[in-house]
């Protein structure tokens, strides 16, 4: 097998950039075709935008397909007529129908945020943070007409840390992903990849986000709280009410505590946070943002809203 491929490149957002800057400073493969999602309107402007990728791929010249879908004779003609090796897809949010996975000469393969079978779908990054997990990472495979049930090509690990959020998580698994593309690349041109199937036993499901998760249940526990606030950042953004208004709360420090108060309920004030009862132990809320305003540390909130010190103030309901 020659060690060059001609590589159909499909992704969308930010988080298949770093693997597109990845294969193009290797410079040993042929990009013949960047693949993306078409400009949206976005901004407040509602201007009509590029997608991360395809912006990417303009500053290197290279040829941008954005289709609606994949699914209509004459796009799939265009893809086939490319006569790609492999197609490399990274989060780019359109079905691949068989006459497509079957186009390129070695298929279609897929970077995946999260250690499958575990967290296929939508949000992966998200997931593992609301779930706990104390590992994740990327995982390199060859698609099929499922929801990330191809058999495993390869996979990189990392742990997940107590700060972690979905941007810093979103951030290093890009990174690794693109590590690990490369890696699978060097297996595939050396003949050494090995296909591993998953275990349908051991899957489970990451769903899209909705805003409607976002909004925090004080009877849960200080840790769950926190998940929460570090997964939905920054989207949605973890939220609750402040004498009815609506305060986003982008970070907290949870720790445990005794109290004899409804979950809820602001126990103390201070310029380290703002201590709130939980179903099981105290959650700090230490960086936050009011409706329409900037985004605060607790010191600086403090002073703008005096009635947190009011006595027996309770979160997520009106005053």
Not at 142 to 148: A, N, P, T
């Amino acid at each position: 097998m020659s060690t060059r491929l001609k590589i159909i490149f499909a992704g969308t957002p930010d988080f298949a950039v770093a693997a597109l800057d990845a294969l193009l400073e290797m410079d040993q493969h042929e990009i013949c075709a960047v693949y993306t999602q078409p400009d949206r309107p976005a901004g407040r402007g509602r201007k009509l935008t590029a997608t991360p990728v395809k912006a990417a791929a303009l500053e290197y010249s290279l040829s941008v397909y954005q289709p609606a879908t994949l699914n209509d004779l004459e796009q799939q003609q265009r893809l086939r007529a490319l006569q790609a090796d492999l197609m490399v897809v990274v989060a780019y949010g359109l079905l691949l129908p068989p006459p497509i996975l079957d186009a390129p000469r070695l298929g279609c393969i897929n970077i995946h945020a999260s250690l499958l079978p575990r967290w296929r779908g939508a949000a992966p990054i998200q997931r593992v943070i609301l779930a706990g997990d104390s590992e994740t990472g990327v995982t390199i495979m060859q698609m099929d007409e499922g929801l990330d049930t191809g058999p495993e090509l390869y996979r990189l690990t990392t742990p997940v840390h107590a700060n972690d959020t979905g941007r810093i998580l979103h951030d290093r698994l890009a990174r690794l992903g693109a590590q690990a593309l490369l890696d699978t690349l060097g297996l595939i041109v050396g003949g050494t990849v090995c296909p591993v199937p998953q275990d349908e036993k051991s899957a489970t499901y990451a769903p899209k986000l909705h805003k409607n998760e976002a909004v925090l249940d004080w009877v849960l526990s200080a840790q769950e709280l926190d998940r929460q606030v570090r997964a939905f950042n920054p989207w949605p953004v973890a939220q609750t009410l402040l004498c009815g208004e609506v305060l986003r709360v982008w970070q907290t420090e949870p720790f445990s505590g005794d109290f004899d108060k409804v979950p809820g309920t602001v126990l103390r004030v201070s310029k380290q946070g703002i201590d709130v009862a939980t179903g099981d132990g105290i959650l700090r809320l230490q960086r936050l943002q009011s409706a329409g305003g900037k985004l605060l540390d607790a010191a600086a909130f403090i002073n703008g809203h005096p009635d947190l010190h009011d006595p027996d103030i309770v979160l997520g309901l009106s005053c």
